[in-house]
């Protein structure tokens, strides 16, 4: 079966740039989405289709997919972006998603 | 405004049977994929049923395959989900999530909790 790695935790401090990793075979061949989940909450949809961003989500949030590795780039990261970060890739051909195992970020 | 609301959780013994409800409003729900996600506590998110918006189309993950069925009643904007045989490892905030481009899940309901114990 497909996996997706992403690192556990991530450290940044306040109004620097974050980078979130999403590791998986032959990924950049794949469609790639994000999420943000909060403590209690259901997840955000912040990236699709690799780099684009649903209405609503600030131009901050980056994303890129190439290769093995998709990326999530948050710049000027506030308090509020503490929360775990999701990456999810879907293969069309199959009809299977998988969702990566998600990383912690900190806001120090 | 778009919703989704699931319903039909609960605690249920190894071997049951439960069913899972999502009713959706704000958006022409005939027209969209839907899907089921779970979050097992303290544990991260897994993909578990797809639907295709003609209900001609359905897939499962492999830890549900034979155990679960998804379906989906157009007339009434509603997904189900039939979950039988049940395992502890089912245990889990179960959501249902619209489909959106690039195999995304834009909207995502509040989820319902379906716990699986003696």
């Known amino acids: 079966s497909y996996e997706l790695t992403q690192p556990p935790s991530v450290s940044v401090s306040p109004g620097q740039t974050a980078s979130i990793t999403c590791s998986g075979e032959k990924l950049g061949e794949k469609y790639t989405s994000w999420y943000r989940q909060k403590p209690g909450q259901s997840p955000v949809l912040l990236i699709y289709q690799d780099t684009k961003r649903p209405s609503g989500i600030p131009e901050r949030f980056f994303g890129s997919n190439s290769g093995n590795t998709a990326t999530l780039t948050i710049s000027g990261t506030q308090a509020m972006d503490e929360a775990d970060y999701y990456c999810q890739a879907w293969d069309s051909s199959t009809i299977y998603y998988v969702f990566g195992p998600g990383t912690r970020v900190t806001v120090l | 405004e778009v919703q989704l609301v699931e319903s039909g959780g609960g605690l249920v013994r190894p071997g049951g049977s439960l069913r899972l409800s999502c009713a959706a409003s704000g958006f022409n729900f005939k027209t969209y994929i839907m899907n089921w996600v779970r979050q097992a506590p303290g544990k991260g998110l897994e993909w578990v049923s797809y639907?295709?918006?003609?209900?001609?189309?359905?897939h499962y993950a492999d830890s549900v395959k034979g155990r679960f069925t998804v379906s989906r009643d157009n007339a009434n904007n509603s997904l189900s989900l039939q979950l039988n045989s049940l395992r502890a490892e089912d245990t889990a905030l179960y959501y249902c999530a619209r489909g959106d481009t690039g195999g995304s899940f834009k909207i995502w309901g509040q989820g319902t909790l379906v716990t699986v114990s003696s």
């Open positions: 639907i295709s918006s003609t209900s001609s189309s359905i």
